[in-house]
């Protein structure tokens, strides 16, 4: 596909202007983009909030230009609003779990399922725009059980490495309200899964990953606790 300039660059992908409110997703590597393309439409026709999907050509998404900060940003510049912004998480989780993904999209490890799984949902990949919520990233999409996408979110909420005091303070707010709109009981069982998948990523701080070890610990002693 035709680009434009460079609009920003990742580790796995770079997004380039493609005209008039739209843009081309590029792998950087050179890999297939048509599944989640493909995913994308699918989740779009059941009316889930993404990009508007226009083209895809193996490495190439030609897609919708979204306008609007991600929740992450969101919530670092407005810090009173994460309990909110936790909810607005809980809320797209619940609308996704509604959505049947299609036979052909493989399956997550763990326990059966049949729902449309994002396993990435997290405020840096919910874009906020004047028409509302718009989720990216579909990369790791998968089917399975709801609760496998709930602890996916739960897990990164709960131990990702952010500023701390940027967040002033908020983190709390931010986890509790999306723990109040979710059921914790039903992700439990899927939260090694989302940690060993969490820790297989390449960038990860080290940090992050002594904090995902604590994290499994005290869940797994509330867990007994509860079964008591």
Known sequence: MKVGPLIVAGYDCEIFEAGPGRVVRRSRDGRSLEREAAVMRHARRHDFPTPEIYDADGPDILME??????????????????????????????????VRAPGWLQAAPGRPGNRLLHLDLHPGNVLLTGDGPRVVDWANAARGAPGADTACTWLILATATVAEPSLGGKRPDLLAAFLDGVDPAAARPHLRAAAERRCGERDLPAGERDEIDRFLAREAGEESEESA
């Open 65 to 98: 230009r979204v306008a609007g900060p991600s929740l992450f940003e969101e919530t670092l510049r407005v810090p009173e609003r994460a309990a909110e912004h936790g909810a607005l998480l809980a809320g797209l989780l619940r609308r996704l779990s509604a």
